[in-house]
């Protein structure tokens, strides 16, 4: 499923009624008849349905026992049309099918004749264009000959699946009505920044061609106190389709508002309503001395290169150096890159100084030599949650180049990972891995990043194709290895997808040892390159792969399925699946939730911005560092705003995540809405995340968990985000919709 989202971010348009205007009439349905298959007749009005079976048209078609594999399918719908509905609205111009989100491509027919069209199919000029995200609003005259007034009409919906979900989707069903005037109207709300000023910006749009009055209404609310700090009122006259009115309500970026806006329709009274969060930046801006921010500890095997980065902020240029360090190893004054290796296990402490014009720090540093690696979890970048299968070599290097500029590198960001997308469609006559046009030279990618002191990561497929299509490493587990080695790979994500073919077949197909094989395979590979691989398998959670994920050396599982940005799917996954896997996470070994899912992301060449809320978000990485996760960036760097920069670089957020005790938050009080996880910390203190899950924000007596916690008698309270300390006698706070309050406790 590829997602297309051409929607601005902003929260659920609510439509209410006026107070003294007309309501239209809505016919809804949540059911249909339907059929597989394609044939032209199926749109006629008069085609005997008779033998079509039931459908949910609330559901994709896959969860209703239609096959996967489902290409065409036709849905029917049977509907009286009454002439009052024409006079319950002011405007009494359209009749709207509202249908709901499709998967992936639909064509609709009102007894017989096409009333719109959405995505592309197999056959249409430009080919098959999933747009399944996208909601169908088709709107027909009111005087047009195919609607029959007072009578029977067939609205039949012809759809094309490319891939499995297919099929109508909308949780509301199919709506039908003649709308009025404001129904038309929609808010777009987004965030501007102009010199060095915040603000929102406000449209107010039209689908309508005819002309809309009223008046709109900008508030801007503190949600903790309810007061108004801001309202802007504004005439509308003449709206309509192509001519929206804009406004920009300026605020601060460093306090969290409600944007309320409101357009009342001037002959109706009828008004819609929109809510929006403006991002606020919680992070205190880094000082202009530096300051390290990666962790004092780096795990590596015997003999094997390294390459780290040491993350300090600061004003830039700035040296760094060490004055006792190992022989063996060198650091490039001018980026802090460490390389060489180091033969002999032990451990080995060194002093590195960072230096710049505004001051000096200095820090005690540890290479542990010896049989495991990642004892922290890693932290850096992935192509798929922003290109998908578009990836290209450019965009993985733009992207190391922004997480450079822009200041990630300094926060301990590293890996640079190139997921599906990357392999030519057939391997070299020695059986080697090739790779497609978009990668001309791994090996001088791989170069490149190490002298950066990034590391380059690479994605397969124990199967034979990968999810994507492109090849895997079946009966070429070694010579992929090898490549890995020879281009400087540092991680590979290795994926099921195309092994299910293969497991499918096995005899043993139901036991674990199925499941362990073929990565067990891979990491014997790995292990006979000479160099560190972080190997970290993706197979979406089965067969419980965190009981034997460490057994076959991995450095991380993937726990579950796809993530993507939205509430449900992030709930779903940190929430409800990682509360039970607190005991198979330590130094070496992590559960991997998936990446991450702020900035800018769209699986394409089409990016939007994530449709989290600023408060999901902080929910995101609170928990993903209290999860001691991977912390996998999955947007385009380039495109990196302040606020996702601020979540992504607090440093005292991220060493949670990097903290070298490695024990994972459990989930230890969950009170209605309130979810409590903590992790101990190595400086004894414990970091706490109080998560508000619920859809009404929460004021929230920490006080009243302390001993349930065994944590009466706290000496200090740290606000992570704000990196401010708090009160230890008031423990009351105020917990957004989907918020936290994240806090270190000692
Ligand atoms: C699977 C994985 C994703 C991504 C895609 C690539 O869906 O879970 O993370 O790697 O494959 O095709």
Redesign the pocket.
Known sequence: MITIMKKPIFTLLLCASGMMGLQAQTLTFKTAKFKVGDEVGYKSPDFNATGWRDIRVTDNWDNQGVPADTRFAWYRIEMRLDKKMLEQSDLKEYLEFDLGPIDDADEAYLNGERIGKTGGMPGDKGGYASAWSQPRRYLVKADSKCIRWDATNVLTVRCYSGNHPGGMFGREGVRVRVPSRVDGTSFAISPQKHADKHSIAVELKSRYASSVSGTMKVELVDPETEEVVNTLNQKVSSLREGKPVKVNVEYDPSRMFLAKATFTEKKSGLSITSSYQPPYILTPPAPATPRFNTTDIYGVRPGSPIHFRFGVSGERPMKITSPDLPSGLSINPDNGALSGSLAKAGGYTFTVVAENAKGKAEQKFTIRVGSKIALTPPMGW?S??CW??SVTQDKVISSAKALIEKGLADYGYAYMNI???WEAPQRNADGTIAVNEKFPSMKELGDWLHSEGLKFGI?SSPGDL?????LGSIDHELQDAESYNSWGVDYL?Y?W?GYGRKHATEPDNQTVASFVRPYLLMERCLRQQPRDIFYSL?Q?GMADVWKWGEAVDANSW?TT???TDTWASMYDIGFVRQAALQPYAKPGHWNDP??LIVGKVGWSANLRDSRLTPDEQYTHISLWTLLASNMLIGCDLAQLDDFTISLLCNNEVNAVNQDILGIQAKRDIVDGDIQIWTRPLSDGSRAVGIFNVGTEPQKVDFGKYLKELELEGISSVRDLWRQKNLSTSDLRYYIPTHGVRYLKVK
């Open positions: 992935n798929w949650n998908g299968l997921d599906d997308g994605y990968t999810c994507g299509g492109y994500k994926d997808c993706c979406y993937r399925g796809d993530i998936d990446m």
